[in-house]
C-alpha cells in the first residue's frame, strides 16, 4: 500500500518530519518497507506559450518550436504528435533538470534545441510519454511547476496486516496519525450541488443475494465531459501506483486510495435497462472484463447487471461493455460493500486479483460506501463538469451491527504492565474514532470500518500499539506450574536443536505453507492438502515436506550474498488422508548446508560441502544421541540427483533421505551452487534412543591402528567393505571408518580407490604386533576374495 504525504497532510495536520512520520507508523504496526522521494530531481520547469510549431524538413515526427516563458522566445525542437501554436505546455529550459537528465543546449536534425517540451512520463507524473503535457490556457507563460501542482512528495510503501482493511487508506494512516497525537481528522469534502431531478427515477436497484451485497449505493451523473485528467490527479494516482486512463476512472481511484473504499463507474447509457441486479453468475456463464479477457464465471460469482446481463464482476473487475469512454456523457456510478468471502473465492477461481478485490475481500467499510459516493461525484462534477441528479439511491438490506465490547482497564494494565490510566485509554480509543464511554470500565462500540475488533484483547492491542510498544516497561511475571514436565520428544528435540547449533547450525522457523507453484513443478499435487482461502498462493499449501520451505531460504541468503550455510528445521508436515481418512501430522527434521564447512580454523583453509560432510553430521548426530550409525542407500527422490540421492536407514528401519539438489530442483527454486539436503522423520529417530542408555567403562589398554587402501570397481559400496572388514577382523576391530575416496590418475577408468582406518583393541590384554599383522592380512585377503579389491602402496 502506498501513502502520499502530501495527501496525509490535507487530512491531517501534522507535523512530524517524513522519518519521524516512519517510525511511529512502523511501531504502531504499519511497517514501513520503503520510502521513495518524487520531484527532487526537478528544477527550473516552468509553463510557456507555443508560439509556432513546423515540421523539418527531412523528419516524420520533428517540428521546431518557439516558445515563450514570459520573458525570452527560445527555440527548441519537439517529437511529440500534438504540439501546436497556441498551446500552453511545460518548458524546460537549458540547465533545468528532470529525472535522469540535465538539460543541455543541443543540435536535432541540424536544428538549435534550447530546451525541451516535457511530457508526463518525462518529469515522472504518468506513463505517457507519447503527448507532451497540455495545461489550462489561463496558466501565465513563466509561471514555476511549483505554482501549478505540489510534485515534490514523499510516498511510503506499507506492509500492511491482513487483518487492518482500514489501512489500506489514506484516510485509515490518517486516523493512526491521529490517535498517535498528530491533530485532528478532517473528512475530504462530501458537499454537493445537485439538480432537482430525482435518481431514484433514474435507476432502480435490486439485491438478490443480501449475504453477498449487503449493500449497494448508485447515484447517477449526466453530461460529463470524459477526458484527461488534471495533472494533480494524474500525478497523485501515478505516484501512487495506478495507472491514469481518464478523469472519471481516475477520480474513483483517486477517491478509493482517499478513503479506502472501492468505486466504480459505468457509461449507462450502454445499459439496456434504467436498473441494477445483483445476482449470482450462472455456472458456465461467460463475461468479457475491462482488459477484453473472457472469463467463465460459477455461481460463486457475484454479478452485477442491467437486468438483462452482466456489466461488472462485483467486487473484481468491470465488463468491457459498459466501460466508461470518450463518448461517455451519463454516468451510474457504484459503491458497494460485498462479502469478503465470496469476494475471495471469485477473484482466486478467477486467478484476477485487482485493488478492488484485495480491498473488498480483506473486508471494507460498509457504511463508508454512500461517502465514497458522494465523494466522486462531488470531484466529477468539479473537474469532468457533471450534473449530480438528486440523492443516492441505496439498497441497504443488511445494515452493520456492531460489537459492544466492554474494556477493563484494571485487565489492560495487568495484561500489558502498565500503569495508564482509565480515562487516557479512552482518549486513545476516541482517538481511533472509536464510541467509548467510561463508567469504570470503558464501554466500546465497534467501529464498521474495523471488522477485526470483537473481543476485550483485541481493544488492548490497540492500547499497546497507540501507546507504544517502546513505552511498555519489562517485567517478569512468572506464572503456570513451575513444577510441569516435559515430554521426551520434546526433550530430545532440544538435545538436536544444542548438538545442530553447537556444530554452527543455524535454525529456521518458516511458515507451514508451502508455494503452490513448486508445489506444481516438483509434481507434489497428488500428496498435498491445499488450503480452501489462501492468503496468496505463495501460501497455499500444507507442506508435504521441509524441502519446500527450506528452498525459498536458501534462495534468499544466497541472494543476499551468504553462501556459506549449514541451517536445520524442527517442524511439522502434513499429508492427506486416505480412503476418507484425515490428514496426517508428522514432526520432521532437516538439515542443509552449501558452500564450506564449518568452522573456519586458524590457518583459514576451508573444506567445501559436500555429500560426506552431511552424511558425516548425521553420523556424528547419532552417535551423539546414542543411536546406530544410519547407512545410506541408493534411491530416487523429487528434488535429488539421481547419482547422489538416497534413503536413510538406521537398521531395517527407513528414516529419511539424503542427497544433492538436482539442475531442475535448483532451477525451479531458482538456487545456484551445490546444495545438500537430509530430511529425516524426527519421530521415528526420537524412538530409536534407548530411554536408559548403557555405559561401558573406558579402555584400559591401548590400541593398535593400521590404515587399508584398496582399488575396487565403482559399483562396489562402501558399507559392505566396513561389513566384511569388521567381520573378517577376529573379534579384534573396534572402529572402521572412511578417510578417503581418489578417482584419476593412476586408477583405471571404472575403479576408485578407497582408504580405511582401523582400530584394533581388547578389553583384557594389549594386543601384539603378531595378532594385528595376522587380522589385517585375514582382512586384506578377504576384501581381494569377495570384491577383487587390489591393494594399494
Avoid at 519421530?683 to 573406558?698: H, M, Q, T, V
Amino acid at each position: 500500500m502506498k501513502i502520499s504525504y502530501n495527501l496525509l497532510r490535507k487530512m491531517i495536520d501534522f507535523d512530524w518530519p517524513v522519518d519521524q512520520l516512519a517510525e511511529k507508523l512502523t511501531m504502531s504496526g504499519s511497517e514501513i518497507e520503503a520510502i521513495e522521494h518524487k520531484g527532487r530531481d526537478i528544477t527550473g520547469i516552468m509553463a510557456a506559450r507555443v508560439l509556432s510549431a513546423e515540421k523539418i524538413k527531412g523528419s516524420d515526427k520533428l517540428s521546431i518550436c518557439s516558445v515563450h516563458n514570459g520573458s525570452d522566445k527560445i527555440q527548441a525542437v519537439c517529437g511529440a504528435p500534438n504540439v501546436a501554436a497556441d498551446q500552453i505546455i511545460l518548458f524546460a529550459p537549458t540547465g533545468s533538470t528532470i529525472p535522469g537528465m540535465t538539460l543541455q543546449k543541443t543540435v536535432i536534425h541540424g536544428v538549435e534545441s534550447n530546451g525541451m517540451i516535457l511530457s508526463e512520463a518525462e518529469l515522472g507524473f504518468s506513463d505517457n510519454g507519447d503527448e507532451i503535457t497540455v495545461l489550462p490556457g489561463d496558466i501565465k507563460p513563466g509561471t514555476p511547476l511549483a505554482s501549478i501542482v505540489d510534485y515534490n512528495d514523499t510516498v511510503f510503501e506499507l506492509e500492511i496486516t491482513p487483518n487492518r482493511p482500514d489501512c489500506l487508506s489514506h484516510l485509515g494512516i490518517a486516523r493512526e496519525i491521529q490517535a498517535m497525537g498528530g491533530g485532528r481528522l478532517v473528512f475530504p469534502n462530501t458537499e454537493l450541488n445537485e439538480i432537482s431531478e430525482l435518481a431514484s427515477g433514474a435507476v432502480k436497484i435490486t439485491i438478490d443475494d443480501p449475504i453477498a451485497c449487503p449493500r449497494y449505493t448508485g447515484r447517477v451523473v449526466r453530461g460529463v465531459n470524459i477526458g484527461p485528467s488534471p495533472l494533480w490527479l494524474k500525478m497523485t494516482v501515478y505516484y501512487l501506483g495506478m495507472r491514469p486512463i481518464n478523469n472519471a476512472v481516475d477520480i474513483t481511484n483517486y477517491v478509493m486510495l482517499e478513503l479506502g473504499h472501492p468505486l466504480h463507474a459505468f457509461d449507462y447509457d450502454l445499459f439496456g435497462k434504467p436498473e441494477v441486479v445483483v445476482r449470482r453468475a450462472a455456472d458456465g456463464e461467460v463475461f468479457i472484463t475491462l482488459d477484453d479477457a473472457r472469463r467463465t464465471l460459477n455461481k460463486g460469482h457475484l454479478l452485477i447487471t442491467d437486468g438483462l446481463s452482466g456489466v461488472a464482476i462485483a467486487g473484481i473487475m468491470g465488463g468491457s461493455r459498459s466501460e466508461v469512454g470518450d463518448k461517455t456523457s451519463n454516468i451510474l456510478l457504484e459503491s458497494a460493500y460485498f462479502d469478503p468471502v465470496v469476494i475471495r473465492r471469485g477473484s482466486k477461481a478467477l486467478g484476477l486479483s485487482t485493488e478492488s478485490s484485495r480491498r473488498f475481500e480483506r473486508g471494507a467499510d460498509q457504511n463508508m460506501a454512500d461517502r465514497a459516493n458522494d465523494r466522486a461525484c462531488k470531484l466529477i462534477g468539479e473537474i469532468a463538469g457533471g450534473r449530480i441528479l438528486k440523492g443516492v439511491v441505496d439498497a441497504h438490506l443488511r445494515p452493520f451491527e456492531p460489537v459492544t465490547i466492554e474494556l477493563r482497564p484494571s485487565r489492560a494494565n495487568s495484561f500489558l504492565g502498565t500503569e495508564i490510566s482509565a480515562e487516557k485509554m479512552r482518549r486513545i480509543l476516541e482517538g481511533l474514532d472509536m464510541k467509548a464511554e467510561l463508567d469504570g470500565n470503558i464501554s466500546v462500540e465497534q467501529p464498521s470500518f474495523r471488522p477485526d475488533l470483537v473481543r476485550e484483547i483485541d481493544l488492548i492491542e490497540e492500547l499497546a500499539r497507540i501507546y507504544g510498544y517502546d513505552n511498555i516497561p519489562p517485567s517478569f511475571r512468572p506464572g503456570g506450574m513451575l513444577g510441569a514436565s516435559e515430554n521426551r520428544q520434546r526433550i530430545i528435540a532440544d538435545r538436536v536443536r544444542s548438538y545442530l547449533v553447537g556444530y554452527g547450525g543455524a535454525e529456521i522457523f518458516p511458515l507451514t505453507l508451502a508455494d503452490s507453484r513448486l508445489i506444481r513443478e516438483f509434481d507434489l499435487d497428488k500428496n498435498s492438502i491445499r488450503l480452501m482461502n489462501p492468503i496468496s498462493e505463495e501460501m497455499a499449501v500444507m507442506r508435504p515436506n521441509l524441502i519446500l520451505t527450506m528452498l525459498p531460504i536458501i534462495r534468499r541468503n544466497i541472494n543476499f550474498r551468504e553462501k556459506d550455510l549449514l541451517m536445520f528445521e524442527l517442524g511439522d508436515v502434513y499429508q492427506p488422508g486416505v480412503k476418507g481418512e484425515l490428514p496426517s501430522q508428522n514432526t520432521n527434521l532437516i538439515i542443509a548446508m552449501t558452500g564450506h564447512e564449518s568452522p573456519v580454523f586458524w590457518d583459514g583453509i576451508r573444506r567445501a560441502a559436500d555429500i560426506f560432510s552431511l552424511k558425516g553430521i548425521l553420523e556424528n548426530l547419532a552417535d551423539y544421541l546414542g543411536i546406530e550409525k544410519p547407512k545410506l542407500t541408493p534411491a530416487p527422490h523429487f528434488a535429488f540427483d539421481h547419482s547422489r540421492s538416497f534413503d536413510v536407514y538406521s537398521g531395517q528401519d527407513r528414516i529419511g533421505c539424503l542427497g544433492g539438489l538436482s539442475e531442475k530442483a535448483c532451477s525451479i527454486a531458482d538456487i545456484k551452487g551445490d546444495i545438500y539436503i537430509s530430511e529425516i522423520d524426527f519421530e521415528k529417530l526420537a524412538a530409536l534412543i534407548p530411554e536408559n542408555p548403557e555405559f561401558g567403562e573406558l579402555a584400559r589398554f591401548p590400541s593398535a591402528n593400521r590404515d587399508i587402501a584398496i582399488v575396487v570397481d565403482e559399483k562396489v559400496k562402501s558399507d559392505d567393505i566396513l561389513s566384511e572388514i569388521i567381520k573378517n577382523g577376529g573379534g579384534l576391530v573396534e572402529d572402521v571408518w572412511l578417510f578417503d575416496m581418489y578417482r584419476g590418475k593412476n586408477i583405471p577408468a571404472g575403479m576408485k580407490s578407497l582408504a580405511y582406518g582401523i582400530k584394533y583393541r581388547l578389553n583384557d590384554r594389549t594386543l601384539t604386533d603378531s595378532e594385528v599383522d595376522q587380522a589385517h592380512n585375514n582382512i586384506a585377503g578377504s576384501l581381494e576374495t569377495k570384491f577383487s579389491a587390489r591393494l594399494r602402496a
